[in-house]
């Protein structure tokens, strides 16, 4: 029980350590999607108007080199076409940008 309740409250603690990496999270519909040729901010949305990380701007964007680009892409994509809300959670780059870390496409 003591060995449970400790693997518990470990979860718990790296749970809330991790979510306080991220400098925004928002759920909402993509309202527009922003593509160019440029390799820094390649792909960028926006969600309703809103901030998309604290004091940024109301887009958050990709990099086509970032990990895992393609499939955010294909995600944030469908989410649009299906008109389904997202949840994305950013980070503040060093010039205060929101760049996307994660997303989950919502019910």
Request: charged content about 15%; some cysteine.
């Amino acid at each position: 029980m003591i060995k449970q309740l400790a693997f518990a409250t470990g979860l718990a603690l790296a749970a809330s350590a991790n979510a306080q990496q991220w400098d925004g999270s928002n759920t909402g519909k993509i309202t527009t999607i922003d593509v160019t040729n440029a390799e820094n901010f390649g792909f960028r949305v926006y969600l309703d108007g809103r901030s998309m990380c604290t004091n940024g701007p109301a887009w958050a964007y990709l990099n086509g080199s970032d990990s895992n680009y393609k499939t955010y892409v294909s995600l944030l994509m469908m989410a649009r076409a299906m008109d389904r809300p997202v949840l994305i959670y950013t980070s503040k780059d060093q010039y205060g940008y929101c760049k996307i870390g994660y997303v989950s496409m919502q019910g």
